[in-house]
C-alpha cells in the first residue's frame, strides 16, 4: 500500500504542477513530454486522475492533519506529521 501511496502522490504532484504551469504560462508539460505519443500523453492524464481518486479514498485514514490524534499511534505520538 505504501508504493501505491507513493507513486499516487508522485502522480497528484505531477499533474497538480503541471496544471499550475498551464493556468500560469499556459504551458503543458505532459504534452511536451509525450505530446509525440498521444495514447501515452492520456494515459499520463488517466493515471494522475486515477491517483487523485485513490488519494480521496485512503486519505482519511493516511492523513495524521485531517484525523488529528486519533489516527496518530501511541508509538508514534512524538514523530513531526508527515505530509
Ligand atoms: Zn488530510
Redesign the pocket.
Known amino acids: 500500500m505504501k508504493a501505491v501511496h507513493a507513486v499516487s502522490f508522485a502522480l497528484v504532484v505531477v499533474g497538480a504542477i503541471n496544471w499550475g504551469l498551464v493556468g500560469l504560462f499556459n504551458f503543458n508539460l505532459v504534452e511536451l513530454v509525450f505530446g509525440a505519443v498521444p495514447w501515452l500523453e492520456r494515459l499520463i492524464y488517466v493515471l494522475v486522475g486515477a491517483a487523485g481518486v485513490v488519494l480521496i479514498a485512503t486519505?482519511?485514514g493516511?492523513?495524521?492533519?485531517?484525523?488529528g490524534e486519533r489516527a496518530v499511534k501511541p508509538a508514534e505520538s512524538t514523530a513531526e506529521p508527515t505530509v
Open positions: 486519505h482519511k493516511d492523513c495524521t492533519v485531517c484525523a
